[in-house]
């Protein structure tokens, strides 16, 4: 893939909700305490597995990897995000809008992959617990998270690199929160054809096929859930899996609904509010969904936060 030395834009102007000047400062509080609680709650997971053995097994590592991509993620938006509430306009450079989109595409292509194996952990947890330790063993275990941290790159690569081979000669305002593929995709001055044909292919393999294995996976799940005796357990798996799945669909729908088509007809305005579901939501909500409401992962934070005691007490 040639790149094309015919961009006169040297910079772009991110736009961000400067069409709504009188809420830019309610929008940067509500999004700096969201980032924060967001950055704290992962990073207290990320601690807690980190520094308790007994939850050394895959389910809680793979929730493990899943808050890094999650911190990873609102890190590469957020902080730009709340420079841009700050001012009318602001300017970024054609190589930090580069880099920017990269790791957008990086994580959120891992977490992609990332949610997929996740399912599939509980459902060989759950489906078929006496042969578990073997079907999930460590090799295993580092196999689906490589692949997972791989194809994130892959996609991260190809799709950043052809969006930039693309010549941009102006206008240089992107009508969006961050440099997004949809957004600086209507900038560039040539045919976008193929790349949207790619997009269209490379989402439906990326977002849908692992969205498809993971309802499908829950299918599974509730079916062996509603075998259980007993109507408590029955009960607590099935809010279990509620949340899992309203969080799934929360980050698969509106990633599809943004990457499937990237010159979709939908307003700037819906766009931004989808971006902010997968970018904003997602990474807060993952820690109260998958870990603050086990009961495992609360008894270690309670025997950390004793041992932390007791060491000042002395």
């Not at 609102?74 to 009318?88: D, G, K």
């Not at 997009?199 to 849908?208: D, K, P, Q, R, S």
């Amino acid at each position: 893939m040639k790149r094309q030395n015919q961009s006169s834009v040297v910079e772009f102007i991110l736009l961000g909700f400067s069409n709504f000047p009188e809420l830019q400062e309610q929008l940067f509080g509500v999004f700096l305490a969201v980032y924060l609680v967001t950055l704290m709650g992962n990073a207290i997971i990320i601690v807690i597995i980190s520094l308790e053995q007994s939850l050394h097994v895959p389910m809680y590592l793979f929730l493990q990897n899943l808050s890094v991509v999650d911190v990873s993620f609102s890190a590469v938006i957020m902080p730009e995000m709340l420079v841009v509430l700050t001012r009318e306009k602001t300017s970024i450079s054609f190589m930090s809008c580069f880099a920017q989109m990269y790791f957008i595409l990086f994580f959120g292509g891992t977490e992609c992959f990332l949610l997929g194996t996740m399912a599939y952990d509980r459902f060989a947890a759950i489906c078929h617990p006496l042969s578990y330790p073997m079907i999930m063993n460590k090799r295993v275990f580092m196999k689906l998270v490589m692949f997972s941290w791989v194809s994130g790159i892959m996609v991260a690569t190809v799709q950043t690199t052809w969006v930039f081979s693309f010549p941009f000669c102006g206008p240089n305002e992107i009508n969006h929160i961050s440099c997004e593929t949809p957004a600086v995709l209507e900038l560039a001055c040539a045919d976008t054809f193929l790349f949207e044909i790619y997009a269209f292919t490379g989402t439906i393999l990326i977002v849908m096929v692992p969205f498809v294995l993971i309802l499908l996976s829950y299918i599974r799940i509730l079916f062996a859930i509603l075998r259980m005796p007993s109507a408590t357990g029955r009960q607590k798996a099935f809010s279990t899996c509620a949340s899992h799945l309203t969080s799934v669909t929360l980050f698969y729908g509106t990633a599809n609904m943004t990457y499937l088509q990237p010159k979709s007809g939908y307003s700037p305005e819906t766009k931004k509010l989808m971006s902010l579901s997968y970018s904003l939501l997602t990474p807060l909500l993952n820690p109260l969904i998958y870990s603050f409401r086990n009961s495992e992962m609360k008894r270690a934070l309670m025997k950390l936060w004793r041992r932390r005691v007791d060491i000042h007490a002395f």
